[in-house]
DNA sequence: TTGTACGCGTTATCAG
DNA sequence: CTGATAACGCGTACAA
């Protein structure tokens, strides 16, 4: 390996002076910082960057931590998170979690090892201590989840607002009977959505009718399993709001598994407005959210925090936004699918 | 920021001892360990992951470039990498291309930084130059991908045949009009896929038309346009087999906009098997790709490379499977469709 | 069983 | 404009 020392020594200059010409910063003679460069492309030197990193004590890197990767709606806040942190040429590592707890604890301790400079975490399910203990000290922004009671700086949607609206569309197309599949309460975000469900419901004084609210994880499956126990129960449901897209796209497959037309039988919205909403059959009725913009707010956040400015605001809202497609049933022309 | 020098004084030892402790591996009298270690804890000390891998010259760290993580089919691939690096106490770097090949060149640069022990490509799209010369000093693994005449290792299935095979399934259920959708020719990937298609035609006596082989890239969109334009030829295509699942799907809502059932009126098939092909209606016959042991065996050869241990095979081929759903019309208990 | 001292490859300070 | 030299935090001979 060809080290800094080899080159002065080539060169017939000191390491400072490499050193100088590689930051292209303090003043070097031209003569001498053109034999510098040539014998960095002669001897193919490449400065070592774990010593660099050492030295400067910063690795101009972020570790973006993911629950699932191949969930495209993260994928698309990633996108907006990289193309900000290449403007200001920082890097970015990605951590799947697999839906292991346990490699966010572990990526909250990797922090502390100096290997990053900052964190953004997708996915906030880290033991409270834990993560205001290192939030403390360390640069760290939540994105698209956020807690109660933490003081972590964090980047959101209204989920209540946004549910509540989404069900109000569907309660204007009619429908006096909307059943919610949602993942588990213990996260805030679901509770929130849930909270707009009930809101909405409660709003336009519509009977709320517990056994009509499902919770599964979030996968395919679960919406479709959790669909057919809605099914099952045999109510009067016509409308049915998944708290996710990937859900949702679970609960119109068992749907359509059941005989049950969509939207003409039921109607379905979902949550999130991924990729693949707009091309199911039926195109999903759901609410965007600004996942690029998400990605950029939570990156410029944390450059705050890494360059030790002070906050202007704890907690940056953006906005949604209701996409009107099929599985509402909006473009029909045609009255509320009758009650069973 | 507390380093082991400030847990040695505290605990009144030298920062050797704090080291042997740390590791493991030399023997300490067990009276001071506990001292170290309870002043470890008392001032919540964490070894400096920098310094460490400087000192040792290694990082325990692979990186793995992905032309696009939202693709599960890459997160698959990716999954059976990670499950492998844990085992062997690696910590896996995912890099997202979202198809720039720069960031593909950028990582080769990195490894030589010494910021990663190495590198699986599930690429393959940087200069032949510049990987023939990294891959000659540094541990690296090309999976899923390969190049023609170079030596580096790399992990796939056998595409030729895996084309032969699934468009000879098309032709024994009667089709003797299948076209070809398929992504750029510049990939051996895909002119590997193409020549299994053209070779099956040949082994069955069946005309050949180059008209009917379409070139997009590989999004659902290019998969519909291309589609599209089998479309408006006009000729009498019963049966279409894209060489990937994700421009299969495409090419079904192309065919479905035009009002042609699939696979009653053109059978479609698609290559990789990726998570949404068994949730796509019609399901999707395709090639299964064991993207898991792809995933693994990449690691496991890097591995070797990065012990530099000898390699017993530069090239490893997996099994593929040919896996029968809807859209190939398999189950339907009627004649091929009648050409138009 | 433990401590001393050096070096990993850089960058930054301070003289010159 | 340039060169010595001291850190950065750790692991490891070597000595004790």
């Known amino acids: ?42 001897l193919n030197y490449k400065p070592n960057a774990l010593a660099q990193q050492m030295r400067t004590q910063e690795t101009r890197t972020v570790i973006v931590i993911v629950p699932d990767i191949s969930n495209t709606f993260f994928s698309d806040i990633l ?26 604890s572990y990526y909250f301790q990797a922090i502390q090892q100096r290997t990053v400079d900052g964190i953004i975490s997708l996915s906030a399910n880290v033991a409270k201590n834990l993560m205001e203990q290192v939030a403390e000290e360390y640069p760290i922004v939540v994105a698209n989840q956020y807690l109660e009671n933490y003081h972590i700086p964090n980047v959101t949607i209204d989920n209540i607002r946004a549910a509540e609206a989404i069900t109000e569309h569907l309660i204007r197309l009619g429908h006096t009977h909307i059943a919610h599949i949602t993942s588990q309460p213990t996260t805030l975000l679901y509770r929130d959505r849930f909270n707009g469900y009930i809101s909405a419901l409660a709003k336009h004084n519509l009977p709320i009718d517990l056994e009509l609210v499902r919770y599964g994880y979030s996968s395919i499956n679960d919406g479709y399993e959790q669909m057919n126990v809605l099914l099952s129960l045999n109510k009067p449901v016509t409308a049915v709001f998944a708290a996710g897209d990937v859900m949702a796209v679970g ?23 991924i990729e693949i909403s707009k091309f199911w059959e039926p195109s999903l009725t759901t609410v965007r959210q600004p996942k690029k913009q998400i990605g950029e707010a939570s990156f410029r956040k944390l450059l705050t925090l890494m360059q030790k400015k002070p906050l202007t605001q704890m907690q940056e809202i953006l906005d949604y936004e209701i996409v009107i497609r099929e599985s509402c049933g909006y473009h029909l022309n045609r009255q509320v699918p009758r009650r069973q």
Do not use: W
Not at 29 to 38: E, G, H, I, M
Not at 86 to 99: N, P, S, T, V
Not at 251 to 273: S, T, W, Y
């Open 1 to 42: 390996m060809v080290t800094i020392t080899d080159v002065a020594k080539a060169a017939g200059v000191s390491t400072a002076t490499v050193s100088r010409v590689l930051r292209n910063k303090d003043a070097v003679k031209p003569a001498t910082r053109d034999a510098v460069l040539s014998t960095i492309k002669e």
């Open 251 to 273: 609960a119109i497959k068992a749907l359509k598994a059941a005989g049950r037309r969509v939207p003409e039988d039921c109607a379905v919205v979902g949550f999130d407005d």
């Open 79 to 104: 996108f907006g998170i990289e193309e900000c942190a290449q403007k200001y040429e920082y890097q970015i590592l990605i951590a799947d979690m697999h839906g292991q707890p346990r490699i966010e």
